[in-house]
């Protein structure tokens, strides 16, 4: 199964919260789909956030193999 490019919960003020998946950052807070999917579609990965993430990755697997 592929991992989904952006990830969006629906919040009970109706806003949807949208964040991606590969770098975790939030990508939209809003009332409108149009609004997350304009947000969605200009999302760019920060490569600072990208090589945390993989450090993250990488010492928490280290870490729950010990």
Do not use: G
Request: aromatic fraction near 10%; hydrophobic fraction near 35%.
């Amino acid at each position: 199964m592929e991992t989904p490019e952006f990830v969006r919960k629906y919040n009970l003020d109706w806003t949807i919260h949208s964040y991606c998946a590969q770098c975790f950052a939030t990508v939209a807070d809003s009332s409108t789909t149009a609004e997350v999917n304009a947000a969605e579609d200009q999302h760019e990965c920060d490569p600072r956030l990208l090589e945390m993430v993989e450090k993250y990755r990488s010492i928490s697997h280290l870490l729950s193999a010990a």
